[in-house]
Each structure stands twice: as structure tokens, then as C-alpha cells.
């Protein structure tokens, strides 16, 4: 068999070895029938990954021995510079993109009973209605939780970054709280434009909750009810 | 001609090249087949710079070996 017959065949295993996990539902995720971009950007990845260990082995066995070949000088090359850069772009790719989930928030201990209330069916808790009725179809946590454009992905991964930090040190304070004002234009970024929104606020309301004098928590919400916190007040 | 103990030394750098790569790729290969926060967050601080290192490493043999004149 052809080695580009081979990579093909390992790259599709690794894609059905890696194929998204049925939804809590248990309905699949549409992927067609080869799979999405997200499966072959991991797929690939760990093909090159084990590539590239596997290629440094060899060139590792090579210097032992005292073989250094112009061959194995070009591998050098290819195992420290073009396939690392493949591998590094490709985890990147993965680790942002599944940074987003509302597993990997739920992750930190911290965090189980803000989780726990957004999956509860029975909660009215605003991100419970947006989670149960899927308002938002995925990463509920990092849609309402991140500003748009470039800088809100930045800025959304160093606040996650500083999480990261105190989670590990512990000296977060409880109960957790938003560490800065929750802004209404995330809210109004879906809302603003609907008509449901508009029949029911006061034109002079709007520019208010645009400037962030009044907030939407002001009428609608709470965001969360931390079911732990709940079952410390009965 | 270069001496033996100039060879070693490049021998060496290619060596720790080789085990910096390998350790920014098993990172890589952790995250790709499962991510946590905590390996997102090693490989985004250790990945790059480790690999970094060793290209600069890589770098600095191939600059060596074409100033003692030799073909690569």
C-alpha cells in the first residue's frame, strides 16, 4: 500500500475514533459523512503529532549510532521546524474551540453548580431558560460570557487564564462572583433587534440599557442560581 | 577540519532539540486527544516556546556547521 494511501486510512480512523459524542439528548450532531472540519483539524493533528515523535525516535536512533546523513539532516528539519509548526497550530486550534464548551467551564470545581443549575430543566434561572429552550445551541457559557470580535476572544481567554490561575491557588472568593459588571450589550446583541424586544420595552428604554445606566438584571433574570448555594439556604 | 569534541557539542544541541520537541509535542498530542484547562493552558505557555527553543537550537548547528564549511 502507497504511504499516502496509509495516511489517509489513519487520518480517517482517527476521525471515527474521535467522532463527536452523542448530545446529553442522546440525537448526534450533524456531521455529515466524513465528518466536520473540528473532527479532521484533531484528526490530523494527532496523525502529525505521532508523526513527528515517531520521526524523532528515528533520528534519535541515527545520532546513537553516529549516522548522520544528509538524509536524516533534511528529517531533522522537517521534525523541528515543519511538522511541530503543523502540530502547535492544530492543538491551538483544538484547545480554543474546545475552551468554549460548557464542559471545559465546568471543569473547575468552582463552577459545578453554576453548571449544574444551566442543565437543570426545572431552574428559571436565565441561563437555564436560554440552556433548556436552546436559545443558544453551544458554548452557553462563552457566548454570553465573551465580548465579539478578536479582542473578545483575547480578552475572553486571558480572563480564562486568570480563572485558571486562582483555581489552582484557591483564593477565589465564595461564592464566586462576576468579576466585572455584566454589560447589557451582550444581552441586546441577540435581543436588540427582535421584535419581542421591541413591543415590549419603552423607546426611551433602549439607549438606557445601551449607555448601561439601567440593566437588563434590573427586571429579567437572576443569570444564575448555584445550586449549592441553594441547598446552603434550606 | 573540526575536532571531535565540536561534534559532540553539536550532537549535544541537536539532542536537546530533539527532547524539547518531543516533550511540546506529547503537550500537543495531550490536548488534541483530550482537552482539560489545565493542558490548554500548559501547552499555550510551554508548546510554542519549547519548539521555539529548538528551532533556535537547529538554528544555531546549521550556522555552526556552514561556518566550519561544510555542505549540509
Given at each position: 500500500m502507497k504511504p499516502g494511501?496509509?495516511?489517509?486510512?489513519?487520518?480517517?480512523?482517527?476521525?471515527?475514533l474521535?467522532?463527536?459524542?452523542?448530545t446529553e439528548?442522546?440525537?448526534?450532531?450533524?456531521?455529515?459523512?466524513?465528518?466536520?472540519?473540528?473532527?479532521?483539524?484533531?484528526?490530523?493533528?494527532?496523525?502529525?503529532?505521532?508523526?513527528n515523535l515517531v520521526l524523532l525516535i528515528v533520528i534519535w536512533g541515527q545520532l546513537r549510532r553516529g549516522r548522520v546523513s544528509t538524509v536524516s539532516k533534511a528529517l531533522l528539519f522537517g521534525a523541528i521546524l515543519v511538522l511541530p509548526v503543523v502540530v502547535v497550530f492544530l492543538a491551538t486550534a483544538t484547545g480554543m474551540r474546545e475552551s468554549m464548551t460548557v464542559e471545559a467551564c465546568g471543569a473547575c470545581h468552582m463552577m459545578d453548580g453554576h453548571v449544574r443549575d444551566l442543565r437543570d430543566p426545572k431552574s428559571d434561572s436565565l441561563a437555564a431558560v436560554h440552556y433548556k429552550n436552546r436559545y443558544i445551541q453551544e458554548n452557553q457559557c462563552y457566548t454570553c460570557h465573551s465580548d465579539y470580535g478578536m479582542y473578545g476572544t483575547l480578552s475572553a481567554k486571558l480572563d480564562g487564564l486568570g480563572h485558571v490561575w486562582h483555581s489552582i491557588r484557591g483564593d477565589y472568593p465564595k461564592p464566586i462572583k462576576i468579576a466585572h459588571p455584566y454589560s447589557n450589550l451582550r444581552c441586546l446583541s441577540c435581543h436588540?433587534?427582535?421584535?419581542?424586544?421591541?413591543?415590549?420595552?419603552?423607546?426611551e428604554e433602549i439607549p438606557k440599557l445601551m449607555a448601561g445606566t439601567d440593566s437588563c438584571l434590573d427586571c429579567h433574570g437572576p443569570a444564575h442560581k448555584p445550586q449549592e448555594e441553594k441547598a446552603a439556604q434550606k | 577540519m573540526r575536532d571531535a569534541s565540536a561534534d559532540a557539542k553539536m550532537l549535544h544541541w541537536i539532542r536537546l532539540a530533539i527532547i524539547l520537541t518531543a516533550l511540546a509535542i506529547l503537550m500537543g498530542l495531550a490536548l488534541l486527544y483530550k482537552e482539560t484547562p489545565y493542558v490548554f493552558t500548559l501547552?499555550?505557555?510551554?508548546?510554542?516556546?519549547?519548539?521555539?527553543?529548538a528551532f533556535v537550537l537547529l538554528g544555531w548547528v546549521i550556522i555552526q556547521e556552514l561556518r566550519a564549511g561544510r555542505v549540509l
Open positions: 494511501a496509509l495516511a489517509a486510512l489513519a487520518v480517517l480512523a482517527a476521525d471515527r474521535l467522532a463527536a459524542p452523542e439528548g442522546g440525537v448526534p450532531p450533524p456531521h455529515g459523512w466524513i465528518g466536520t472540519t473540528n473532527e479532521w483539524i484533531r484528526g490530523v493533528g494527532i496523525v502529525m503529532a505521532l508523526l436588540g433587534e427582535s421584535q419581542k424586544f421591541l413591543e415590549k420595552h419603552e423607546k | 501547552f499555550m505557555f510551554l508548546g510554542p516556546l519549547l519548539v521555539g527553543i
